[in-house]
């Protein structure tokens, strides 16, 4: 693994020569932010709604690319090594000019295969985004460009770490710290380009310590990632990635091909417990963070309070879930309870004490179930 929040984000960039890239207008723009964005994620676009509009092109863009980017990674299509070389083709796009021929190949080396057809979409549609991102002022397009890339730092990990996901193999991670840098560089880094994005765009947020929040951010993103590291482990083993680290199962006198055994689950319990703590304690920091938005900027509030509850909800779940390491027992919240939280936090929002209730009952039932 590479070492922790290196920023290869920081690469210097050419200037852009506008290699080909289609012309933006106000119809692209809308088929992007609105529909494709819609068509990829109906639960992030909700949050991306919620925003105030100054926000929603340089998050949903972001959005987008890196959707665009994991595609690349998690396709069945290609060989790992061949998705690699396409997700590094995809990776100059941004730290060199972009070129809506470059981005065209990478289309046809997926889409010429059975692609869903919002991948063939969001792949087509490269050029456009490309576009868009040209045509951003330079500090989102800086602050998208660097997210990004270092997004698919953490991608390329997994296609490099691990085994063929049909060649029978398992591979764990090393050491807590490795897993703490993985969570980095698949959502840490979002929370500092959140925050760095919200201070550049919110008038109310000038007075922010961008610093210190954009710690916290980090924070909130790894909770998050660890929620879905957790959640999709038993999912996780059956294609050869262990995420729980190799040095907490020779502690439990487990090995990794123990966690493909449902009835391991209660061996492996405390690992879950340490893991499900670490967690908690990130999300004590995405409350802080989101206490420290104004009271009155009830839409970016709203925007980071619902990914909380629905985290603290599925944590709740695999806490109390005894086949937690059954592939065929899904930990999820149901839609109800989306909605019925979306709802409450209507109300709620503008109120730091009703918030940070909320938010510490969660935290709790968690840790009584722990």
């Keep these: 693994m590479l070492p922790r929040e290196q920023r290869l984000a920081e690469v210097p960039r050419r200037a852009p ?16 932010l609105t529909g494709l964005l819609r068509g990829v994620s109906r639960a992030f676009y909700l949050t991306v709604r919620v925003l105030p509009a100054r926000l929603r092109e340089p998050v949903g863009l972001a959005y987008l690319l890196a959707r665009a980017a994991d595609t690349l990674a998690d396709t069945r299509l290609l060989p790992p090594a061949e998705r690699l070389a396409q997700l590094l083709a995809f990776r100059a796009q941004l730290v060199e000019p972009a070129s809506t021929e470059a ?29 868009l991102l040209e045509s951003l002022e330079p500090g989102d397009h800086e602050r998208i460009r660097r997210v990004v890339v270092t997004l698919t730092e953490g991608m390329a990990f997994d296609l490099t770490a691990f085994p063929r996901e049909d060649g029978g193999g398992l591979v764990a991670l090393k050491t807590g710290a490795e897993l703490d840098a993985y969570t980095y560089y698949v959502a840490g880094c979002v929370g500092e380009f959140w925050t760095r994005t ?25 909770a998050l990632q660890l929620t879905n590291v957790l959640r999709d482990l038993p999912r996780d083993l059956r294609i050869g990635r262990c995420y729980l680290p ?23 319990r405390p690992i879950l417990a340490k893991w499900l703590n670490t967690a908690l304690a990130h999300y004590d920091a995405a409350e802080a963070y989101t206490l420290a938005i ?14 909380i509850l629905i985290g603290l909800g599925t ?13 065929d027992v899904r930990v999820k919240v149901s839609r109800g309870f989306v909605y019925r939280t979306m709802l409450l936090s209507l109300p709620a929002a503008p109120s730091n004490a009703l918030l940070g209730a909320w938010m510490r009952s969660m935290r709790r039932n968690v840790k009584r179930e722990t």
């Design 17 to 32: 020569d506008g290699r080909g890239l289609p012309p933006v207008d106000p119809a692209a723009r809308a088929r992007l």
């Design 103 to 131: 981005l065209r190949a990478i289309e046809a080396a997926l889409t010429a295969g059975r692609a869903l057809a919002e991948e063939k979409e969001l792949l087509q549609q490269l050029p456009q985004a490309f576009a």
């Design 198 to 222: 919200l201070v550049a765009h919110e008038p109310a947020l000038r007075g922010w310590d961008a610093e210190a929040l954009s710690a916290a951010g980090v924070r909130f993103g790894k």
């Design 246 to 268: 190799e040095e907490d199962l020779l502690t439990a006198g487990l090995e990794p091909g123990d966690l493909r055994h449902p009835d391991a689950g209660a061996r492996a």
């Design 294 to 307: 104004p009271r009155r900027c009830a839409r970016l509030r709203l925007a980071v309070l619902w990914p």
């Design 315 to 327: 944590l709740e779940r695999l806490a109390r879930e005894p086949r937690w390491l059954d592939p």
